[in-house]
């Protein structure tokens, strides 16, 4: 009876012990739709795993709520793309480290027809100056990702008459804040003939990725202003004692490798490079 | 948690200090709420007195038609509309799409099949004897009508608030055809939606504490409506 009893339980602490064990290994990462919606981690990670045998599981959102979740401690590793706030997040205590990882470029896409002329714009903040003086429909993420945090910038480069939250008045029939993901943004431009600032990846995944073809094209593009660096920050442990800091720490150090690098450069969308290896 | 009881505070200090961007969104909700219900009302009390009142062909169908339609998922009436009011759909020159009023026809279709059982449901109740009383003392057609309906208000009024209740709390058709947009069409449920993809959570909460008191007072109003009915048998 006795035998009985102990095997049971001996079997009981294995099978406990089990799912701890193949949970060892794993990480999550909050980071923002575009890494995601491009298809970048669904080639990245996997080599990742070939090489280290850590899982990363994704949660994809904002730059803002990916960083929050940082801050909270609902992530081991964040990977996100805006500079500043990064650096915040890292001077702040809340990230260990900033690693530039690579970096593309955002795009003013809109109607071929280009109702506002900006084809010809001498810097993207003349375009959007465009854009706001002919009240062509524009659409704004307005939900403080990372592309959001760049049309800010834009407007503020403009240096027109802006509101406390550096964004043309929303009240005036031309400018949609509709805080959603860049997909939902691109899908509203085109129903709305609007233009919109968009990462390269989502708009090349909208407009080749789907069965019905698509109108929006890049109106604008390649300035420094629009320039889009991506960087790696794992959590500290020192806030959050529970993070995974050696998996994220091997995660980052990877992406950063010749090899991350290598295999960055090496992902194509539709025939085109997305990402450029940036590890410095 | 006192990230939460945080949040809380600060929430209670949003909606006291009337915070126009909130109040705004309530505004818009209230609003699509409003309207919804009253075209579903109009269109669905007549039709759900009607199925109950009259004998006709095929009647299981229907009613196991709505009745299937009481579940139909908000994102397929979101898809389902969008489809329709898209640039390339049917009725895209009319330019509906992302407004208060794409909101609106998504939300009728929602809650005209719960109007209509629900009416149907509450005049089937009343006995048929009363429409026949109310013939033989020399009422016409129409009075007789109107006598069962006044009969059955109480049930028909339960079934105009829950269906309230439905499309405030809704976020589906309200995300799809509205679109979230800041100051036109933004909804709490979206908007609460959103705050949290960006990662902060006072407004959130806010309009979460808004949105449970109007559903509150909307469930206190359905007691107090079924009370009566209660007494009235």
Redesign the interface.
Known sequence: MRKIVSIVIGAALVLAALPALAQDKVITMSTTTSTEASGLLDFLLPEFLKDTGITVRVMS??T??????GM?GNADVVFVHDVAREEQFVAEGYGTKRYYVMYNDFIIVGPESDPAGIKDAPNSAEAMKRIAAAKAPFVSR???SGTHSRERQLWEATGLALTDAKSPQ??DGWY?????GMG?ALI?A????GYVLADRGTYLQYKFGRTQPYDLVVVYEGDDMLKNPYGVIPVNPEKHPHVKFDLADTFAQWLVSERGQQVIADYQLHDQPLFFPDAK | MDFLTQSIIEAFRMIWSLDPEMYFIVYVSLYVSFFSTIIASILGVPLGFLIAVKQFRGKRAVITILNTMLALPTVVIGLLVYAFLSRRGMLGHLGLLYTPKAIIIGQVILILPWVATFTMAAVSRIDERYRRTALTLGANALQAALAVAREARFGILAAIIAAFGRVIAEIGIAMMLGGNIKGFTRTMTTAMALEHNKGEFVLAVALGIVLLAVSLIMNVALQLVQGKYGDNR
């Open positions: 959102k904002g803002g709520a990916a960083l929050k979740d909270d307005g939900d403080d929303d009240a949609f804040s509709i805080g959603q939902e509203f085109e129903e709305k003939e």
